[in-house]
């Protein structure tokens, strides 16, 4: 892992780190502060007092306006390389520690974190037993209360395919979900269950002698019963069906999705984003993402990936979960 992010980082630190952003600086940086707003932070609310850590920060991203809302903002990362060039984007924000990890955070102290968060890192771990030890970790540096927001692969992935330092291990979220328990976490959320963006928010139950976080809120979401009434009617699906369905947890929105890939698989680029959105979001396409994804289809990636990314998005979360 280290040797591969480390040329990684030299060849091309933001491309590896976020390669449908990494067209400009700017953009880039962007990006950190969007998926941090939308993403990392939807429904979660930190107060300026909170200590925050995030697992693969690369060059800080999202450790950049997440230093901003924090007291204390922590960043690890398996590659030197990328925490060198995270200390020249960071350089001059005192509240921000960098440190290169072996696989744990032994340079973090029990239970004096009120948030730990992950994104687009662990779909490049090739063992589960890493991404396991790491939760662990989470679970050991959070205070009662903290909360652990991470995103793993979870799709079903062919084991001929192979994992390595790009493609990494996939998660069953229900699997997941099983070991969280004995590490100590209950699970709050998990969204986007069968994308390659599963996300699965967890709180760190209280333990006798463990410090309690006063420092951050998460507002819970339920099933929107009529928006998935009306997705699965868009799908040709019954609707009652699918939605008892959905809400008892037999049947992800990405499994029900199938028939529309089927469906569109012959139509033109365009005009399979244009119903993507409109089904999957309950919108008309805006022009920057008909441009991002028409690239992205371009560059080889495949139409269930544009799904994928519509249904584990902060606004098909929205959408289809009220909050309570």
């Not at 850590?53 to 997440?66: D, H, M, Q």
């Not at 369905?245 to 529309?260: C, D, K, N, T």
């Amino acid at each position: 892992m280290r040797g591969d992010w480390d040329a990684r980082a030299r060849e091309n630190a933001t491309h590896y780190i976020a390669c449908g952003h990494a067209q400009a600086d700017d953009a880039f940086w962007a990006s950190g502060a969007a998926d941090l707003e939308n993403l990392i932070l939807q429904d979660v609310t930190l107060d300026p007092a909170a200590r925050a850590l995030e697992i693969g920060c690369g060059i800080g991203r999202l450790l950049r306006p997440l230093s901003e809302r924090v007291e204390r903002a922590i960043g690890v990362d398996i590659s030197p390389e990328m925490i060198a060039r995270a200390r020249e984007a960071l350089g001059g924000r005192r509240n921000v520690d960098l440190m290169v990890t072996r696989g744990t955070l032994d340079g973090i102290s029990d239970a004096m974190l009120d948030f730990v968060a992950s994104f687009i890192v662990f779909q490049h771990v090739p063992s589960r037993e890493a991404v396991y030890r790491y939760i662990g970790e989470a679970a050991r540096v959070l205070k009662s209360g903290g909360v652990f927001r991470f995103q793993v692969d979870g799709r079903r992935r062919f084991r001929v395919l192979g994992t390595d330092t790009w493609s990494g291990v996939s998660f069953d979220a229900e699997a997941l979900c099983r070991r969280l328990g004995p590490m100590g976490f209950d699970v709050l959320d998990r969204w986007g269950e069968g994308t390659h963006y599963l996300w699965i928010t967890a709180e760190r139950r209280n333990e006798p002698g463990r410090p309690e976080s006063r420092a951050i809120a998460v507002r819970r979401r339920s099933w929107d019963e009529a928006a998935l009434r009306s997705l699965l009617g868009d799908l040709g699906l019954d609707p009652a069906e699918g939605t008892a369905a959905v809400v008892a947890g037999s049947r992800s929105l990405r499994s029900l999705a199938r028939p529309f890939l089927r469906a569109n698989r012959r139509a033109d680029a365009e005009t399979f984003l244009r119903r993507a959105y409109r089904v999957f979001l309950g919108r008309a396409a805006d022009a920057s993402g008909l441009s991002f994804y028409a690239g992205q289809l371009a560059d080889g990636k495949r139409r269930g990936y544009v799904v994928d990314c519509l249904l584990a998005s902060a606004e098909a979360r929205a959408r289809f979960r009220t909050l309570e």
